[in-house]
Every structure is written in structure tokens, then in C-alpha cells.
């Protein structure tokens, strides 16, 4: 349990910074296999070494360490302790289990993610999350690591944002496995949370005091005009793409309305299946870095036209709206009542330059400074955020943009692969004394 009100935090994932792609033993992961094919990812760019924070986790946690923060998010590799169906990979364990160690000895908190995004390529092999299997095997996994790391981690998030390996990653194609199928993109869907809601419950039967949750990034537009089709427009678009995943999660079943409006796609639900997807969670995880402004039409990938605005844009080309995370906040308290919210991410990517050993990234001072102001402010105002992660520690492989967008608060050079923190290091781990202390 924790013990403060409000933990203050930072977030990475496996495949983004662990490097080690193909070392003691991990086999391929969706994302090796995607980034591997030419034309998927920025310059071609993988994440076969990336930060090497496989060697280098010591260094990356003496660093949290200095921050100061109270807990760190990271994600396993499912390849690197199950490399094949029925293997369990002793280096691979044991990796997480020095990982954790290391943490606890700082005295930060662990907080897991069992899934952002690289699934075993064995597993795509037979369908991947087309499959029903795929849940399964998933709560395999999931139970290997609860009786692997259950005795010293307390906080695990089954799956990170869904909507990205069902979009991105089966609608879009821009994200592995590079499928471009809406109606595969609803099975996806249907087998991702049937997945989260069953390892919920192997949670529950084999940790019971442990606490557990799923992070999402759910998508809460601004309309940019008046009139009933941008209304209408707007409410199929928050359907498709925010209440797919949290209305089911919350007990409510899918949006029928989104169903009605696109009568040919069917979803694989099997009896009970819409329960298990409902079992409780003890927090939701929050994933914020934009807001949109959305007007009519919306075209037939469910995608509306957004609205150029004029506010500051980070290196993602993403509007920055601090006040947009406080409006996200209370629309999530208002229709789903969560007990718990963390924020699991928020961040910018910015042009960073490293002069003589320094990074004056002064759009992240402020952009983390605004949106931590926001989300205390929702706390006053009753929101119950009881923790903010903010992402990322380390410069990483953005995924297709490789390695040209930077979001860490700490500087890659992925030549050397030296570290060095930027102004924003300096700046957050202020903002964590100063808020502590008070907490
Ligand atoms: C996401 C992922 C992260 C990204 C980050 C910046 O939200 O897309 O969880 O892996 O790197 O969000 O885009």
C-alpha cells in the first residue's frame, strides 16, 4: 500500500528503452519484427540497443534516485522471460527481479506494466491479438510475473493504452503489426480487454493486497463549432475511440450507439465475457499530452477534422493544453467515478540541443510545470488523482518517429549512449521537494 497521498513519478516502457534486443535468450517482439521491415519506422531506425538500459538500468536508477521521485513505471518484455509459448527464461526474470531490487533498495515504488505493446512474435505467429488465445497466454504470463515480483511489487497496470495496439496497430497501421482492418480492429479490441479483465482477476485470486489497473489515453475533444452534425460528429468520435475501452471496463458494455451506426462490424463476445472485462480495478491509469478540437465530418476511418488552433505545439505537432488535462479529469471523475486516478504519462517532445553538457529545455519546464498545476487543481477540486508520472525519464525509441522525437527530462546521446540531464531533471525533481512536503 502506499503510504503518501500523492506519488510523484516517471514512466518508460521495455521496448523503448531496454535494448539487449536479442540477449540472454528474448526473442522478437512485434516491435523488432515491425521495425526490422524497411519503411515502418523513421530512417528505418529499431530499438536493438536503444538507451541499453538492459546494462545501464543502475545508472537510470541512480538517477530516479536523484530526482527524487516516489515510484517509477516501467513494462516488462513478455519475449524476454517467456521466450517461446512454454519457456520461462531465467536471465530474463532474474533481470526484473535486479530491477526491482535496485528500486526498493532507493526506496521507489515499482509500478508494472505487463503490456505497452510488444507482443511475443510467436504469439503474432498464430494471429496475434486476433486470437482469443492471446488473452490467455496473457494471463500465463501475467501470473509468471505476479509470482515472480508479487512478494515486492504492490502496483501493476495490465495493459498499456489499448487504443494504440488496436488502432495504430491494426486500423492504421502505422504501429505493429501493421494491419489496416476495422473489422480486425474490433476483434483486437474485444480480446485486449477480455486480456486486461482477466488478469485482473488472476490479480486478485494471487495477490490479493495487490493494487491493479490499466492505463489508457482516452480522447475528450472540444467541439469546434456549434450545430447538432459537429455534436453528433464529436459523440461518435469519443464512442469509437475513448468509450470503446472505459465503458466496457466500467461495467457499462460497449457503446451501442457506435455498434448501431456500423452494422457490419462484429464483436467476438462470448458469454461472461463482458464481466470479466468489468472486474474491479483499483485505479485508472491517465495518459495525457493534447487535447483536440473536433468539427464535422467524420470520415469513414472515424476520424474527424481537427481544427487548427493557435496554441504552442510540441515536436509531435500536438497543441499544448494544460487545461485540457483538467477538463479530461473531471469528464473521466464524472462518468466513471474511478477510485484511484493516476496520471501514468504526461510529457513533450521538444527540439533538445546539448550544449557543453547542458540542455536548455525550457518548452518542458513549462509544459510539466503547467500540467502538474492542473492536476493538483483537479485534486482540489475533487478529482481523486493520487499520482502524477511524468514521461519519460530517458530520451527513447518513439516507436515510428524512432528516435527523432526526444521526450526525456534526462538527454540520450545514442552514439555514446552517455546520459545528461537536461534543465527539465533539475526542474521537476524541484517541483517533487516542493510538493512533498506538503503532501
Ligand atoms: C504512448 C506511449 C508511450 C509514448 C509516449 C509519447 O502514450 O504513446 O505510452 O510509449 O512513447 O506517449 O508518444
Known amino acids: 500500500m502506499l ?14 528503452i531496454e535494448g539487449a534486443a536479442s540477449q540472454d535468450g528474448r526473442t522478437p517482439s512485434i516491435w523488432d519484427t515491425f521495425s526490422h521491415q524497411p519503411g515502418n519506422v523513421f530512417e528505418d531506425e529499431n530499438a536493438d540497443t536503444s538507451c541499453d538500459h538492459y546494462h545501464r538500468y543502475k545508472e537510470d536508477i541512480r538517477l530516479l534516485d536523484e530526482l527524487g521521485v516516489d515510484a517509477y513505471r516501467f513494462s516488462i518484455s513478455w519475449s524476454r522471460v517467456l521466450p517461446a509459448l512454454t519457456q520461462k527464461s531465467k536471465k530474463g526474470l532474474d533481470f526484473y527481479n535486479r530491477l526491482v531490487d535496485e528500486l526498493l533498495e532507493k526506496n521507489i515504488l515499482p509500478f508494472i506494466t505487463l503490456y505497452h505493446w510488444d507482443l511475443p512474435q510467436y504469439l503474432q505467429d498464430k494471429g496475434g491479438w486476433e486470437q482469443r488465445d492471446t488473452a490467455y497466454h496473457f494471463v500465463d504470463y501475467a501470473r509468471t510475473m505476479f509470482d515472480t515480483l508479487g512478494d515486492r511489487v504492490d502496483n501493476w497496470i495490465t495493459l498499456n493504452e489499448p487504443w494504440c495496439s488496436a488502432v495504430l496497430g491494426h486500423m492504421l497501421g502505422t504501429h505493429a503489426p501493421g494491419k489496416t482492418d476495422i473489422q480486425i480492429t474490433h476483434t483486437v479490441i474485444h480480446h485486449l480487454l477480455l486480456a486486461h479483465g482477466l488478469a485482473m482477476q488472476a490479480l486478485r485470486s494471487e495477490l490479493p493486497n495487490a493494487q491493479g489497473g490499466i492505463t489508457v489515453n482516452p480522447f475528450t475533444p ?43 462490424i462484429t464483436l467476438p463476445i462470448k458469454d461472461g465475457d463482458m464481466d470479466i472485462i468489468a472486474s474491479p480495478t483499483d485505479f485508472i491509469g491517465v495518459n495525457y499530452y493534447t487535447e483536440q478540437i473536433l468539427v464535422a465530418p467524420i470520415n469513414n476511418m472515424f476520424f474527424a477534422e481537427t481544427l487548427e488552433t493557435s496554441a504552442d505545439k510540441t515536436e509531435m505537432g500536438w497543441d499544448v493544453v494544460p487545461d485540457g488535462l483538467l477538463r479530461q ?68 525509441f518513439e516507436w ?6 526526444r521526450f526525456g527530462i534526462v538527454y540520450c546521446d545514442y552514439s555514446t549512449l552517455e546520459r545528461t540531464k537536461k534543465d527539465s531533471f533539475f526542474s521537476y525533481k524541484q517541483l517533487i521537494l516542493e510538493h512533498s512536503s506538503k503532501t
Open 329 to 396: 479529469l473531471h469528464w473521466i471523475n464524472n462518468r466513471y467515478a474511478p477510485k484511484t486516478i493516476y496520471i501514468t504519462e504526461n510529457g513533450a517532445a521538444f527540439n533538445d540541443l546539448k550544449n557543453n553538457d547542458r540542455v536548455k529545455d525550457s518548452k518542458r519546464v513549462d509544459y510539466i510545470q503547467k500540467h502538474i498545476s492542473k492536476t493538483l487543481q483537479s485534486a482540489r477540486e475533487g478529482v481523486p488523482v493520487r499520482g502524477y508520472f511524468l514521461w519519460s525519464l530517458l530520451d527513447n
Open 3 to 16: 503510504k503518501k497521498d500523492f506519488i510523484w513519478g516517471c514512466a518508460t516502457s521495455s521496448y523503448q
Open 222 to 264: 472540444l467541439q469546434g463549432e456549434e450545430g447538432q452534425e459537429h455534436t453528433e460528429a464529436l459523440e461518435s468520435y469519443v464512442n469509437f475511440h475513448t468509450c470503446m475501452y472505459l465503458d466496457p471496463i466500467y461495467g457499462r458494455g460497449y457503446p451501442q450507439k457506435h455498434l448501431s451506426q456500423n452494422p457490419t
Open 400 to 405: 515510428d518517429k524512432g528516435y527523432s522525437k
